[in-house]
């Protein structure tokens, strides 16, 4: 794999999210970048000129409209596009190249994907899973296979494929199938599909 196709990968796996404190600091930062350095202009173009009820209800009015265009755990996860499908497949042919059956799960989130490996390769790659899990915590892209086990929402849940390749999340407070409509029981929205390699 070269830089080219780990960073078309890497972009397929959704948005970044800015670290915390980011937008608290934010106004200063342009504030300064505006008046190039002086310390004189940077406080004149942050210094309110409309009284601080009017920049709170500004704010707030678009911090609500930043929620619900912006974040996704309000709403049913998008189902991906062939392409993003495709680009699932191929991190994970990848990742299982250099990590023969130790896979158990690869994350991604708002931290960025992360891996799961197991300590001994064991793990069948038989069944490999794409779940698309949106709640209020945000939205999490999951590839594992039928038998391991993620944390969703906090629960440590089994992921299963039964008899009728029916895909199943069962765990304290979770018990999904992907042919129920709906929300699961934990508030969360779920898609899941099989991954063929």
Known sequence: MNNDELRQILQQ?????????YWE???????????????????AASAPSRPRWVWAAAFAAAA???AILV??????????SPGQVAGMREYLRQVETLFPNQVRAIIFDSNGP??????KPDVPG????LLNVCGAGGCQRIITFSGQ?????????????????????????TLWSAG?????????????QRLEL
């Not at 600091?25 to 406080?43: I, S």
């Open 180 to 192: 129920q409509t709906g929300a699961a029981p934990s508030g969360w929205n779920i898609n899941a």
């Open 126 to 129: 038989l069944s490999a899973l």
């Open 13 to 21: 796996a959704g948005p970044l999210h800015p670290p915390a404190g």
């Open 25 to 43: 600091d934010f106004p200063d930062q342009v504030a300064f970048r505006l008046a190039r350095g002086d310390p004189d202009k940077a406080r």
């Open 71 to 80: 974040f996704p755990a309000a709403r049913k996860p998008a189902p991906l």
């Open 64 to 66: 609500i409209v930043a």
């Open 114 to 119: 992360r891996l799961l490996l197991a300590d």
């Open 149 to 173: 086990q993620v944390t969703v929402n906090g629960d440590l849940c089994d992921v299963l494929l039964d008899g009728r390749e029916n895909i199943l999340l069962v765990g304290r407070r």
